[in-house]
């Protein structure tokens, strides 16, 4: 796929701001966090029971608003 674009009701996904999607890329995650993609991946790995991410297929996909929840409740990432 040459873009990341998705339509959903005339609206592109990429034109959707990332503070509004409810879930995010490992990609996007990082970038909007400053966390590295590899720690995020670490994460997800060593949490397999926290309800912060979800498996789209072998694809992780964060949750933004309960990651940021996590986040506020850990000390260190």
Do not use: C
């Amino acid at each position: 796929m040459a873009n990341n674009k998705l339509n959903i009701e005339g609206k592109n996904y990429s034109d959707i701001p990332v503070w509004r999607r409810y879930t995010l890329t490992i990609e996007e995650a990082a970038r909007y966090y400053h966390i590295g993609e590899g720690k995020l991946r670490t994460l997800i790995d060593t949490h397999p029971n926290e309800d912060f991410y979800v498996m789209n297929g072998n694809r992780a996909l964060i949750k933004r608003e309960k990651f940021e929840r996590y986040l506020d409740q850990a000390t260190v990432v």
